[in-house]
């Protein structure tokens, strides 16, 4: 079974709500990542996702894209995230990993090359923001012959009918995106989440993530109610930012620990 289809089983049958924080690879610099993903997984991350540095994103906001800046000018790409999820897996082989990232540096190293490399790293699952359903069978079929998650994401503005194309094809679980903009955005709508969320039930069997605008414990407490799991990514990277690079494991994982325990305090109906 992969990692992540146990970690959620785990999280249903106790009833509770995952944790996935959000990190950029190579920020605060390369040999920082793996001890900053210890640390996540320490203050109690289920999941965590990677996210791959790029020069043109589309859906980060300014705080990952700045630390997507920072990483890219110590000369982080694909490859080298690769090696630092090796190095997390020699201390950690239960913590799911999630690569975050658009298409072209895969498209770069080559689809079938990425897959294999990404497996050998023990990479769990991957999103690729610019892989719509449409176009993804490809992509899907190479991860999951290697048992890897094709992670999709689903939007407010998206139809019924790309949330089935993606039903179809998405395995892990599915990335709600929780807002209409980029990632650190504010005014997070429970009611509005709540209500897609029943609406995408419908069509996904598999766990829902929600992300985008959850920055406190007040937050992140509101949408574990409701969804399988809880993503945080700007304002961990907000965290490091405000320390040394010495400093980053700490000042994230105590941070994370704080959401993990307004996390905990949501008891969920075990299926």
């Not at 785990?10 to 990542?33: M, N």
């Not at 082989?93 to 658009?102: C, E, K, N, R």
């Not at 985008?212 to 574990?224: L, N, P, S, T």
Request: glycine share 10%; proline share 5%.
């Amino acid at each position: 079974m992969n990692r992540i289809d146990a970690t959620f089983a785990r999280l249903r049958a106790a009833g509770r709500a995952g944790l996935i924080p959000y990190i950029t690879a190579g920020d605060p610099s390369g040999g920082a990542t793996a001890p900053l993903m210890r640390a996540l997984a320490a203050a109690g991350a289920d999941v965590i996702e990677l996210g791959v540095p790029f020069s043109d994103p589309m859906a980060d906001g300014p705080v990952i894209q700045r630390a997507s800046e920072r990483a890219l000018a110590r000369g982080v790409g694909l490859k080298q995230v690769l090696e630092m999820v090796a190095a997390f897996r020699k201390e950690d082989s239960a913590t799911p990993v999630v690569l975050m990232g658009y298409a072209n540096p895969i498209e770069s190293m080559g689809l079938a090359r990425f897959a294999d490399r990404a497996r050998e790293a023990g990479v769990d699952g991957a999103i690729v923001v610019d892989y719509p359903p449409e176009e993804a069978s490809e992509f899907a079929a190479s991860m999951a012959e290697r048992a890897i998650a094709t992670v999709f994401l689903l939007a407010p503005t998206t139809p019924t009918s790309r949330i089935m194309a993606v039903a179809r094809l998405a395995r892990g679980y599915v990335y709600y995106v929780s807002l209409k903009g980029v990632t650190g955005a504010a005014h997070l709508d429970t009611t509005d989440v709540i209500a897609k969320l029943a609406e995408i039930r419908k069509h996904v069997a598999l766990p829902i993530g929600v992300g985008f605008g959850i920055r406190d414990a007040a937050g992140a407490q509101a949408i574990a109610a409701h969804a399988d799991a809880v993503v945080i990514g700007s304002r961990i990277i907000q965290e490091i930012e405000g320390g040394t690079p010495e400093e980053a494991s700490a000042r994230a994982g105590a941070w994370l620990a704080t959401i993990r325990n307004a996390v905990d305090t949501v008891t969920k109906r075990a299926a």
